[in-house]
């Protein structure tokens, strides 16, 4: 029987090279006797000096003077990682385990991660009781401030954990306080930060540090932010458990803010609401409504696009972010109208800034045609969508919605009077003559809106973004091109 | 006006702050101080600092810049109408509070928000002003949630993102009428687009794709939140859910928080008596994740009526609902089968799948897997184990529900 005795402080790289050690030497799971004991009575100490800096996980795929590969195990990364963490749960017997499941593991005896074996189940459960320790000794770690030596400020905490954590859980003090000295003191071990080293001492004398004057503002803080309409002791302390009070300075309000919830409520209760509003509200009230007032729009287009932000002539209003209403000169010669605004367009509050107009803005540049002296809207003024996670999936407008905005779309051409008008796909097509069929034969043609403006039938340029095939899209691009070339021809 | 002192403000400006829910200081950028230049670190999980008696946790310095306010939202304790006591910090005082109550490890980092003052840019240039100060003079890298004001100007709102890790607009209300009605001062129109507005910033600021491929926002990394308040009108379960899916599709949300209107002192007249149960907010937290994270749509959740089972969790009503979906084999079911069965989370479907390769799944391995077996012993078949009549049995319901309690008799 070999016995194994780890120090206090750095048990597990001390356990680390006495696994390693032992499994070289062949030595079977149950040859071994662990404990943990004096600090510095590291049997296997061997080559590495105490208070060196925790080597990484990846230890034992490294090769070692002295062992030869055929002995050395082999393990994955994330079981080295869990069994370490492991390690630092107050279970006597989980240095034994460990080697146990190092030796099993690389054997092939058993998976890792697979839960039907005990000593994997332990292992990982061990594992997570020890996160948790850690988590919430990172969390109720409470410093107090303590005269320091340079120009650094220095704090002082005394802690309580469950399990042996604290190597393991202070490193988040170092990343997190860099700039500042600090101990934090736990029965056992403490860890010092001194100008940005972070070492590990036995605890010589338990001591807790004194009261600093914050400490009070943050029981202020404690004590307001609780709502004692909704008490819910229990949810309280399933998170922040009783066994963690005694160093938490905030803890002792606790019974006194649960006796008086109730009272507090029933006084809310009791308290009708004030029957006149205090004078200073009205006029508070005056202040915030001239505040608010919109300055009225100087022209006619600002004013037709203010109405058409208001509109809810239909459903589409409720789920939009905001009504895209066209833009362009006022007595634009040429008026695009595509179907209706996407998700881009949608968020910024403006036609064509999505991927189908970047293709339209492309095409109409190569064609010659300048978009920037054209009036761009859409037959229908708000975005229709479906919600799909995070993502809106386009919906075309049926024809009620189309006719409810034709109102908007008639509008906005007796304002502009354009001499051609570009439909862009079937549904703009539709809202310009009266006839959304049939397409694909129109396409190219100039047909008459009723009140007797030539419309340029042709496609929506999304459906240019949807040919898989790309000869095909080339193709069409081609096509679209020259249509928007026909209609750079018509107004020039 | 009396001098308060910064213990008075603190006291009155933190619990005008607690009735907004949104505590979340995960997620974002990662950041420490190991260079021993600044001080704070941020990144990963957040972490709950304390727990008050009422089963919230306190992870941010949750406070108001001032609870003055020109509006008169009913459901608001800070209306302009209220009778509340008032205070206003400076910008230094937040900046204090924030950094010693840091340094101690009471919290992951600030929540500032803020009645309306003179006007809404005014307001909003205080904020960013205090959110500059602690960035750049105390070198702080911890957690900032600044709250932004929907008609505030666009420069404000690009530097209000730029500081902080978090921005968050109110939607408040489930309808747009019931905003009009109760919080006459804003527009739901002004407040989608303020959202619509970040989301845009957001994806201008994401830079080259790190070594996992992911392009991460610099602008605000830690996304925008909303709340909506519940049980103030009479919206229903499945309106405030609808809204909800629509937020996260269309701003990209990374949550939206449900707070059950609480009582407050000096109420308005527009306001109910009764708060609803606080079981309807915790409901309605079930059915948003069952909306994200399983699979689940809008229409699915809640019966008839529109309105959650408070009794049941949304998963097991739908699966009661919908027995002859079930049972579902634990060797053979699909992932989003498996997500549906009541008692599986997210987690256990990706060990049983993964458990699949190795071996056919007994029912003995599923509790070490992390399934509530209680809840999905109905609804699975796995290697030894088969529910046989359970799933038809006309008490099935009566296993999940509380056992109905007899009214008591004085």
Not at chain 2, 138 to 158: Q, V, W
Request: charged residues 25%; hydrophobic residues 40%; proline residues 7%.
């Amino acid at each position: 029987m070999r016995a194994v005795v780890l120090p206090e402080v750095e048990t597990v790289p001390a356990w680390r090279r006495a696994a390693r050690a032992l499994a070289a030497e062949g030595v079977p799971a149950d040859a071994v006797l662990w404990s943990v004991g004096e600090a510095t009575a590291d049997l296997f100490a061997g080559g590495e000096q105490a208070g060196a800096p925790p080597r990484t996980p990846g230890y034992l795929d490294q090769e070692e003077g002295g062992t030869s590969r055929a002995a050395r195990p082999r393990l994955p990364r994330a079981a080295i990682d869990t069994i370490e963490s492991a390690l630092c749960h107050s279970d006597p017997e989980r240095f034994a385990r460990a080697y146990r499941l190092v030796l099993r593991l690389s054997s092939g005896a058993v998976a890792w991660g697979d839960r039907s074996d005990r000593d994997v189940r332990t292992v990982l459960a061990h594992a997570k009781a020890v996160g948790r320790d850690i988590h919430k000794m990172h969390a109720f770690v409470r410093f107090r401030e303590v005269p320091g030596g340079g120009t650094r400020r220095a704090f002082a905490a005394w802690f309580e954990p469950e399990h042996p954590c604290v190597e393991r859980a202070t490193p988040f003090f170092a990343r997190r306080f860099g700039d500042m000295d600090w101990v934090i003191a736990t029965p056992r071990v403490t860890a010092r930060f001194e100008a940005g080293a972070l070492r590990f001492e036995a605890t010589r004398a338990g001591m807790r540090p004194p009261e600093d004057a914050t400490e009070e503002l943050w029981r202020t803080y404690y004590a307001s932010i609780f709502n004692p309409a909704r008490v819910m002791v229990k949810a309280m302390c399933a998170e922040m458990p009783r066994k963690y009070w005694k160093n938490l300075p905030e803890a002792a309000l606790i019974p006194e803010l649960v006796r008086g919830a109730e009272t507090r409520v029933r006084a809310m209760a009791a308290a009708a609401p004030a029957p006149v509003a205090p004078p200073r509200a009205e006029k508070l009230r005056a202040a915030a409504r001239a505040l608010l007032a919109e300055a009225e729009p100087v022209d006619a287009a600002g004013r037709l696009a203010r109405e058409i932000g208001a509109c809810a002539r239909c459903g589409l209003c409720g789920p939009a972010t905001q009504a895209v209403p066209g833009e362009g000169p006022a007595h634009a010669a040429l008026m695009v109208v595509g179907e209706q605004p996407g998700d881009r367009e949608d968020l910024a509050g403006r036609p064509f800034v999505g991927p189908a107009g970047q293709v339209l803005r492309a095409e109409a540049a190569q064609a010659g045609l300048d978009l920037g002296a054209a009036w761009l809207t859409n037959a229908v003024k708000h975005f229709k969508f479906a919600p799909r996670g995070k993502r809106r999936i386009h919906q075309r407008p049926d024809a009620g919605e189309v006719e409810a905005c034709r109102w908007w779309l008639d509008l906005e051409r007796a304002l502009v009077r354009p001499r051609l008008a570009v439909a862009l796909g079937a549904t703009a097509a539709g809202a310009l003559t009266g006839r959304g069929g049939d397409l694909l034969r129109r396409r190219g043609g100039i047909e008459a809106a009723p009140d007797g403006t030539p419309v340029l039938v042709t496609v929506h340029p999304s459906r240019l973004l949807r040919l898989p095939d790309r000869a095909r899209a080339e193709e069409e691009r081609a096509r679209f091109r020259e249509d928007l070339a026909r209609a750079a021809r018509a107004v020039a | 006006m009396v001098k308060r002192t910064l213990a008075e403000k603190l006291a009155i400006l933190s619990d005008a702050a607690k009735y907004d829910a949104s505590c979340a200081s995960s997620g974002g950028e990662r950041r420490d101080s190991r260079d021993g230049k600044g001080l704070g670190s941020s990144g990963g999980s957040g972490i709950c600092h304390a727990y008050a008696p009422d089963g919230r946790c306190i992870s941010l310095l949750k406070i108001l810049m001032t609870n003055f306010c020109i509006y008169e939202c009913a459901y608001c304790i800070n209306r302009a109408s209220s009778r509340v006591e008032r205070a206003r910090f400076s910008v230094e005082e937040v900046v204090r509070l924030t950094v010693e109550f840091y340094r101690r490890n009471y919290i992951e980092g600030l929540f500032l928000s803020s009645g309306i003052i003179r006007s809404p840019d005014d307001t909003m240039a205080d904020m960013v002003r205090i959110a500059r100060t602690l960035r750049e003079v105390e070198g702080f890298r911890g957690y900032i949630h600044l709250k932004t004001i929907p008609s505030a100007s666009r420069e404000l709102i690009d530097e209000a993102g730029r500081w902080a890790d978090r921005l968050s607009i109110n939607v408040e209300m489930p309808t747009e009428a019931s905003l009009a009605d109760y919080a006459p001062e804003k527009s739901a129109q002004g407040i989608r687009k303020a959202m619509a507005e970040v989301r845009l910033r957001r994806e201008a600021s994401r830079e080259g794709p790190t070594f996992r491929g992911k392009r991460p926002a610099r602008f605000a990394p830690a996304g925008q939140s909303t709340q909506v308040i519940v049980g103030a009108d009479a919206a229903c379960d499945r309106t405030i859910l609808t809204q909800s899916s629509t937020l996260y599709a269309s701003y990209g949300l990374s949550r939206v928080y449900y707070s059950a209107f609480s009582p407050i002192p000096d109420p308005a007249k527009a306001l109910p008596l009764k708060p609803p149960p606080l079981m309807r907010e915790h409901r309605l937290y079930q059915a948003d994740w069952l909306l994200r994270f399983y699979g689940f749509g809008v229409e699915e959740i809640g019966g008839s009526s529109g309105m959650l089972d408070l009794d049941i969790d949304p998963k097991t009503a739908w699966a009661l609902r919908h027995r002859e979906r079930f049972p579902v084999d634990v060797n053979r079911g699909s992932r989003e089968e498996l997500l549906r069965v009541p008692g599986f989370g997210t987690k256990t479907v990706g060990r049983i799948l993964a458990a699949r390769r190795r071996g056919a799944v007994r029912y003995e391995h599923l509790k070490a897997m992390g399934a509530v077996l209680k809840k999905a012993q109905a609804f699975i078949v796995a290697g030894g184990w088969s529910p046989h009549g359970l799933l038809e049995a006309e008490r099935l319901r009566a296993r999940f529900a509380p056992a109905p309690e007899q009214l008591a008799l004085f």
